[in-house]
């Protein structure tokens, strides 16, 4: 728990009064960008976990958070995935004077240390599990939006422009034809719980959409390039087909260059979310790890 900002009234009586056991505690949880949760523990030593969007801060933004990450646990209530359990949900926040849910406490912690391939396969499958989840036609999120600028540019920072230059042409010649399924769309390591070798949470999904498994998967493994190595995103790959999931052979380089292009101008920013655990990482770094997996995924 980290102290600091504290959780509105309203938002505390409107977590409260779905509860049958008092909030003795309260805090906002760390990590991320957004900033928007907090942990609450109750009299029994239970933990859950609130959600709330400030709408001065968030506005229809964070209507839409809640919004999708709501759908995502309802859809997902009978699956055996490590998900958070919904228990109650202002989606307008004229309630709790802002959108929120409330959701049980996963166990486990974030890891951003190299995995090893027994954890890569427990990436993969869990992966595997989410693209495999059925969803009726009425059910279905909205469909995956792409992240950066509409009219991505060379970055400064390159030395080598010509390979941004390919990477924009090859996005603006157009999507592929690739099957679309459920997506969790901003699946990366800072959003995956470990208790030793075993993931045992996937959360944060409040950019739930429908499209194609590839973007999920470019996504961690654009992570692993900035974070690792770009050599540990071609291992998780490798170990998502072992595990049965399903690539576009055709069409996975135009959604690899997609998720790296939506790091654009400067995939740097993503440096406050991870300094405190990993303090090595430099901009360099991170936009170099990046760049060779824009090489290796063009080559």
């Known amino acids: ?58 506005g229809e933004s964070g209507r839409e958070h809640v919004r999708r990450e709501t759908l995502a646990f309802r859809l997902l209530a009978a699956s055996a995935l490590p998900v958070p359990r919904l228990i109650a949900a202002d989606l307008d926040g ?16 974030v890891r951003l240390d190299p995995l090893g391939p027994a954890s890569i396969e427990a990436l993969a499958d869990l992966a595997v599990s989410v693209h495999r989840q059925p969803i009726a036609d009425g059910q279905r999120p909205p469909v995956f939006s792409y992240r950066g600028p509409a009219d991505p540019e060379v970055p400064g920072w390159t030395s080598r422009p010509a390979l941004w230059q390919r990477a924009i042409q090859l996005r603006a010649a157009g999507a592929p034809p690739t099957p679309f399924g459920l997506l969790h769309r901003d699946f990366h390591l800072g959003n995956i719980l470990w208790q030793g070798e075993t993931v045992s949470g ?32 071609d291992a998780f790959r490798d170990a998502y087909v072992r595990q049965g999931g399903r690539l576009d052979p055709e069409g996975f380089r135009y959604w690899q260059v997609c998720d790296i292009l939506g790091f654009l101008p400067d995939p740097a920013h993503i440096l406050p979310a991870v300094a405190l655990a990993r303090p090595d990482l430099t901009a360099g770094g991170i936009r170099g790890g990046l760049e060779e997996l824009l090489v290796r995924t063009l080559a």
């Open 202 to 233: 996937l959360i944060d999904w409040v950019e739930t959409s429908w499209g194609p498994a590839d973007l999920d998967v470019a996504h961690l493994c654009s992570d692993f390039a900035m974070l690792h190595t770009a050599s540990g995103a």
């Open 1 to 58: 728990m980290v102290l600091g900002a504290a959780l509105p009234e309203r938002a505390f009586a409107w977590a409260q009064g779905h509860l049958s056991q008092p909030i003795v505690e309260t805090g906002p949880i760390g990590g991320g960008i957004t900033r928007t949760k907090w942990l609450l523990q109750l009299a029994d030593s239970e933990r859950l976990v609130m959600r709330w969007c400030d709408p001065a801060d968030w």
């Open 94 to 109: 004229t309630l709790a004077g802002g959108p929120a849910n409330l959701v049980t406490w996963r166990p486990g912690a």
